[in-house]
């Protein structure tokens, strides 16, 4: 069974501060990665995908890939409390499944 | 010009019953899916549908029944409920199969 883990949380940093969600995964042969948001009793909302081993940048978030590690990040840069949700990770299963895993999501806490 | 919307927003039901989801989306994507969100927030593919076509059915109940009529269409028929099928129910799209999926606003479905 493939699986994609996050710590639940909650993530409590103060605002303005670098927010650090991380996800491990464990089919190894997964080539792509996505970070979603989801707020309470709302649906996902996707913030960036990533591919390649590396940093990729976009606005306040960087999404971090390590594959020989089998590992995904997500920062946020200068946290706001409007960021302050789920962050839901999620990796493309290998071998032509076509189908998303998702970790349970961590829970971001931006207090003032 | 909401890009993937569902209905009904909310369904309580009783045991037994049959209901349906409709979604809907308006992006002109190839591919959507439906999830399940338990309470426990695991997100989970039901099934997705690829240009009308079945292309994964996950190993849910056969009380859920799929229907695309078309390519901007994907509904979600489910017989004698039961009250494990009380979870949220996300419809998605995404342009090409195996690509960055967009979520409708869930239907929150309560079996009593």
């Known amino acids: 069974q493939k699986e994609v883990e996050q710590n639940s949380g909650p993530l409590s940093v103060p605002e303005g501060a670098i927010a650090s969600l991380n996800c491990t995964y464990s089919?190894?042969?997964?080539?792509?990665f996505f970070w979603y948001r989801q707020y309470s009793g709302k649906s996902p909302e996707l913030i960036m995908f990533?591919?390649?081993?590396g940093d990729k940048e976009d606005g306040r978030f960087t999404a971090q890939l390590n594959k020989a590690s089998q590992y995904v990040s997500l920062l946020i840069r200068d946290s706001q409390p409007s960021d302050s949700a789920t962050y839901l990770c999620a990796s493309l299963l290998s071998g032509g499944y076509n189908k998303l895993i998702f970790g349970a999501g961590t829970r971001l806490a931006v207090h003032p | 010009d909401t890009a993937v919307s569902q209905t009904p927003k909310y369904l309580v039901t009783q045991m037994g019953n049959d209901k349906s989801i409709k979604c809907e989306q308006n992006l002109g994507h190839d591919t959507m899916y439906w999830y399940k969100q338990d309470s426990k927030k695991f997100l989970k593919i039901m099934f997705s549908?690829?240009?009308?076509?079945?292309?994964i059915n996950e190993t849910v109940p056969n009380r859920f029944s799929p229907k695309s009529p078309d390519k901007a269409h994907l509904n979600l028929h489910i017989n004698s409920l039961e009250l494990g099928d009380s979870a949220v129910y996300f419809c998605a799209s995404s342009q090409v199969l195996a690509g960055s999926q967009f979520f409708g606003p869930g239907t929150r479905l309560t079996v009593l």
């Open positions: 089919d190894r042969g997964s080539q792509s």
């Open positions: 990533i591919y390649s081993n």
């Open positions: 549908y690829n240009n009308k076509e079945l292309i």
